[in-house]
């Protein structure tokens, strides 16, 4: 059974305060990676797709990394608007079946 | 291009009544997929579509039916609704295939089962 957990469950910043959200995973034959983005009573909204282990992706302040076993969300010098929760999903099947993490609050202070 | 659209955005039942939620997408894609999420459980998929007429089960499809009648619609019914399905249902879409197997989401159904 494909199994997802993220950590931590909630983690505070300081604006510029540098961090790492973590996402372990467990899946025979991994097709790819999810992270999406999910603002209080929206949908989750895309981030990055990873496919292989040593892939990295970057986006403004993020920058997503994939090894065999985890895959880390890195946030730089974050700023209050990336206040969000970050979902975390691997897919191991062609139809696209996501198993999703519950997900880390992040929340930055001004 | 408005996406992934969700009908309606909120919704009071009362048990043992039953509903219709909408998924639209206007992207052309073949895939799409009925989620809910519950607090502490993530989101889990309920049933998905691979295709026009084509129907298949997820995870916790129990006290759901979904229909694919048109490519771009993708219908969960509730027939008898119980409290436990107080959720919010999210509809995704994707391409078959390639780089473009990203899900995309909708805004969210809020239903409230009393």
């Known amino acids: 059974e494909d199994q997802v957990t993220q950590s931590p469950e909630a983690l505070r910043l300081q604006e510029g305060e540098s961090s790492s959200l973590n996402c372990s995973y467990t899946?025979?034959?991994?097709?790819?990676l999810f992270w999406y983005r999910q603002d209080p009573g929206k949908g989750p909204e895309f981030l990055f797709t990873?496919?292989?282990a040593g892939e990295e992706k970057e986006k403004e302040r993020l920058k997503a990394t994939l090894t065999k076993k985890e895959s880390f969300l890195h946030i730089t010098a974050p700023k209050p608007e990336d206040s969000a929760t970050y979902l975390c999903?691997?897919?191991?099947?062609?139809?696209?079946?996501?198993?999703f993490g519950q997900g880390t609050i992040l929340t930055v202070h001004p | 291009n408005a996406g992934v659209t969700q009908t309606p955005k909120f919704r009071v039942l009362k048990t043992g009544q039953s509903m219709t939620l909408l998924c639209a997408q206007d992207m052309n894609h073949e895939y799409m997929y009925w989620y809910r999420q519950d607090p502490g459980m993530g989101l889990r998929l309920i049933h998905y579509?691979?295709?026009?007429?084509?129907?298949a089960k997820g995870e916790v499809p129990d006290g759901y039916n979904v229909s694919r009648l048109k490519k771009q619609n993708f219908l969960l019914g509730l027939e008898s609704a119980a409290p436990s399905q107080t959720s919010v249902y999210f509809c995704?879409?994707?391409?078959?295939?390639?780089?473009?197997?990203?899900?995309?989401f909708g805004p969210g159904t809020r239903l409230l089962v009393l």
């Open positions: 990873l496919y292989s």
């Open positions: 579509s691979v295709g026009e007429g084509t129907t």
């Open positions: 995704a879409s994707r391409a078959p295939s390639g780089d473009q197997e990203t899900q995309y």
């Open positions: 999903a691997v897919q191991r099947t062609s139809y696209g079946k996501l198993t």
């Open positions: 899946v025979s034959g991994l097709r790819g």
